[in-house]
């Protein structure tokens, strides 16, 4: 379970938001809106640890995340708004290092296998500059088929996404709820998941 | 996870072979360009060998450190290594690793080489060979501190110099001061000593440094 309670959030001289509260049980999933610079992306840095709150605390299963440190890092997932992909290598090393990196080793197979349901049959072999940005997307995107935790921060997943993504990006997030995931998706766009147990959170500017 | 941070360095920078060879080739010209500017006056060449080497050393290394972390904070491939289930200390002791395995190693290879510019004798050779070899790793470490503060910052690259450069004095004393003795025929083992103790002192407290630097930075 994860918890937020009382989080506020200061950048520079300007508060962007204050008093956040919201908890996410197995299955539930929150959707983030608000317009640009209202502290959403700012909002899923704080949940994934990655900034400080100005006040306030972010708590999974009972335990603060600052002092839960690495233990907390592998029930997590974060997508930011950029891609970490490297341009110099293509989409299969790069999942399969980015996976690498977070304690799963997957083999060559598994990773096609991953990239071919995000779409990007034939083209894993390819350098990542050679991509287009949807692809790049995708790519960043199949990490979430092979090696990811409980908890899924998506920060403007859908993006440069086309239509068929995005109704897979759906799809996969559902899927994931169904196993007793959890995801905070901050988004512009309505995601009209098929799952009830949904939670929203407007940020004002 | 460690080795899988060191193969994506060590396949990247193969990839981008461009900017290994420059610091190697700075390297190369700046040590070379002392004696073809000095002339043949042995004695003094093999005076001046010592400081030369080393200081073109620090200056190679320089060039390189500020690539550690910068491509990895522009893609945003940092952010995910700060999320891994493991220790930062090993991702950046791994990425340090990777840095002097591509930047630091061609200069510990070539430095004998270039030494013989200076007329130096095999066995100052061979000292110079240990200096740089036991010198170049706290370059690293101590280097990925600055390049983990001045993430970010416009103008990075010289003020990294201006933060680290202070701190590599030990190493170019201890360093040329070795390959110093070794030349007019005294032991060198007391610099290399304590050139081994800055190593081990460096190792346990850089990475640990550079960890939280890192996380300042990304903030």
Known sequence: ?205 | MFRWIVARDLILAWRRRADVLSTLFFFVIVVSLFPLGIGPEMQLLRSIAPGVVWVAALLASMLSLSRVFANDYQDGTLEQMLLTPQPLYLVVLGKVLAQWLVAEVPLVLMAPLLGVQFDLEPNTLLILFVSVLLGTPILSLIGSIGAALTLGLRGGGVLIALLILPLYIPVLVFGAGAVDASIIGANPAANLYLLGAILVFSLVFAPWATSAALRISLE
């Open chain 1, 1 to 205: 379970m994860l918890e937020v309670k009382n989080l506020g959030c200061v950048r520079g001289e300007r508060r962007l938001f204050s008093n956040v509260n919201f908890s996410l049980s197995p299955g539930n999933w929150l959707q983030l809106m608000g317009p640009n610079g209202s502290g959403k992306t700012s909002l899923l840095r704080i949940v994934c640890g990655l900034l400080a709150p100005a006040e306030g605390e972010v708590r999974w299963q009972g335990a603060n995340i600052r002092t839960l440190g690495e233990e907390y890092f592998t029930a997590l997932t974060y997508v930011g708004h950029r891609n970490p992909v490297k341009e110099e290598l293509s989409s299969l090393e790069n999942l399969r290092i980015s996976c690498g990196l977070s304690g799963y080793e997957i083999t060559r197979a598994e990773a096609a296998a991953a990239l071919g349901k995000m779409g990007l049959k034939g083209r894993e072999n390819l350098p990542a500059r050679l991509l287009s940005e949807g692809q790049r997307r995708r790519s960043a995107l199949a990490r979430l088929l092979t090696c990811s935790g409980t908890v899924w921060a998506l920060d403007e997943v859908l993006t440069s996404l086309d239509k068929t993504a995005v109704t897979l990006m759906r799809s996969l997030i559902e899927e994931h709820l169904s196993r007793g995931g959890m995801a905070i998706v901050a988004t512009h766009q309505e995601l009209n998941l098929a799952v009830s147990s949904f939670q929203r959170l407007e940020l004002a500017s």
